[in-house]
């Protein structure tokens, strides 16, 4: 499983002194794997109802490894790295796309609710397309 989006930074992603904010990559990791489900079939806002179990994300964490800055051109690729029981771990790796440097890593675990919100095991529709 991966899934890709490119950008450009913009002047929100930014602090005053024009480097990318620390927490700007959250909402890109978040927005890769959004576009991820919903290349799958699986909209968000509707999978609690229709499917009968939704995600509800764990963990968030990020290393930033080169410094990026307003304007540089980013692309973001999800992947799996790992699939447990009741969650599974999506890593987002950031590439600045004019050098080629990788400049944050990213991960997230999602854990799959039922709608009471009790973790249930990763359904099949999830795993089929995690490829587990």
């Not at 109802?49 to 304007?71: I, K, P, S």
């Not at 692309?75 to 590439?95: L, W, Y």
């Not at 990213?106 to 359904?123: E, K, N, S, Y």
Request: hydrophobic residues 40%; proline residues 5%.
């Amino acid at each position: 499983m991966h899934h890709s989006l490119s950008f450009d930074l913009s002047y929100a992603d930014t602090d005053p002194s024009g480097l990318v904010y620390f927490a700007a990559w959250f909402p890109w990791m978040e927005r890769c794997q959004s576009a991820w489900f919903h290349a799958h079939g699986l909209r968000q806002d509707t999978m609690l109802a229709e499917q009968g179990f939704g995600t509800v994300t764990r963990r968030a964490e990020c290393d930033y490894l080169a410094a990026t800055a307003l304007y540089d051109p980013i692309t973001v690729t999800t992947t799996i790295a790992e699939v447990g029981r009741t969650s599974f771990t999506t890593q987002h790796d950031f590439v600045r796309d004019a050098d080629g440097v990788l400049v944050a890593r990213g991960r997230l675990v999602i854990v799959t609710v039922d709608p009471q919100g009790q973790a249930v095991p990763v359904p099949e529709p999830i795993r089929t397309g995690l490829g587990a």
